[in-house]
């Protein structure tokens, strides 16, 4: 959706403003100012989920700035496509909104043939909130110690190590998998649902590494319970400022991370997506939000919707070269 097309910087603000007046209604258009009633976020997760803590938090920004109660409604399954689907669908009043993860708008595009909605086409960019980097992390009874260290116990024919991570697509399993294309080694992919379930399977030993999001497993990493070796961003994260990059590591332009983005069903009228992304990115900018998400190993992105759109074309091409090299299906 473009919201603002070649205009000068003073066109672009005019722009702006003028879907800022319209969205908050007036005499001169005669049209109801929004919101009238409360605004659902749906997110692709269960409660307590990473998009389900950034939704709450942000959603009760909204509901202070807006006046109106914000919902935040948990609709997980079929790797988010349940979730983004239902508001793909959904009346495009501003009403209600996704929460997705970057898997659901860009992955699935290639991973399910029957996908029941088109990025691209049925959905309409609000704002990339925020972006995490997983961490490369072992058991301690790995005996790897670096990231070079892993690929050669890895390659090694009696090694059998195997990876979890929470779903086929997400950024915790295609991570293993450019690793296993990169390095040239064959480590076997787990998935398990529960975030729950996995941190038990990681502590035991029953399975011997991840690509954690980093809040899943800074807190163990720094308790002794699980060693890290990497995160799979291009710069090393503030919370972790010791741990070095995939790319440092030997892995040039290893870049994996995961994203969660508001988007609005495709025709909401452009001055309510101005008002959403307007009031999202000054939610973003306050102090003690930003502190939060930091906290949580969150970066905040807060881009205009023509960004958010370009990132998330780029995206899905990427993602489908991957899917294609690695051979990665469904089960």
Not at 39 to 48: H, S
Not at 73 to 101: H, I, Q, R
Not at 196 to 208: K, M, P, Y
Not at 236 to 252: K, V
Request: charged content about 15%; proline content about 7%; some cysteine.
């Amino acid at each position: 959706m473009h919201l603002v097309g070649n205009h000068s910087r003073g066109g672009a603000a005019l722009a702006i403003a003028l879907g800022l007046a319209l969205a908050t209604g007036g005499a001169s258009t005669g049209q109801p100012a929004y919101p009238e009633r409360s605004i659902k976020i749906i997110t692709i997760t269960a409660a307590g989920s990473p998009a389900d803590i950034v939704a709450r938090l942000i959603g009760d920004k909204l509901s202070a700035s807006l006046r109106q109660p914000v919902l935040v409604e948990a609709m997980a399954g079929a790797a988010g496509n349940l979730a983004v689907g239902y508001v793909a669908k959904a009346a495009p009043d501003g009403y209600t909104v996704v929460m997705s993860g970057d898997a659901a708008v860009t992955t699935n595009v290639t991973l399910y043939k029957d996908l029941p909605y088109d990025p691209l086409k049925n959905l309409a960019p609000i704002t990339q909130v925020m972006a995490t980097p997983n961490i490369l992390a072992v058991h301690p009874d790995v005996p790897a110690k670096t990231v070079q260290e892993l690929v050669t116990l890895a390659r090694s024919p009696s090694a059998n190590l195997t990876y979890a991570h929470g779903g086929i697509g997400f950024s915790t399993h295609l991570a293993g998998q450019v690793f296993n294309i990169m390095a040239g080694t064959s480590i076997q992919h787990i998935p398990i649902r529960t975030t729950a379930a996995q941190i038990t399977d990681l502590l035991t030993n029953r399975v011997n590494m991840c690509f954690c999001n980093i809040a899943q497993v800074l807190p163990l990493i720094r308790d002794g319970k699980m060693r890290g070796l990497a995160v799979t961003s291009l710069k090393r994260a503030p919370q972790s400022p010791d741990l070095p990059t995939m790319d440092e590591s030997g892995f040039p332009g290893f870049d994996v991370t995961s994203w969660f983005a508001l988007l609005a069903p495709a025709g909401t009228p452009a001055p309510v997506i101005v008002k959403l992304h307007s009031e999202t990115v000054q939610a973003l900018a306050q102090p003690e939000l930003r502190q939060r998400l930091t906290q949580l190993g969150m970066q905040v992105i807060a881009n205009s919707p023509n960004e958010l759109a370009a990132v998330i074309r780029t995206q899905i091409q990427d993602r489908k070269k991957l899917i294609e090299t690695a051979k990665i299906e469904l089960p």
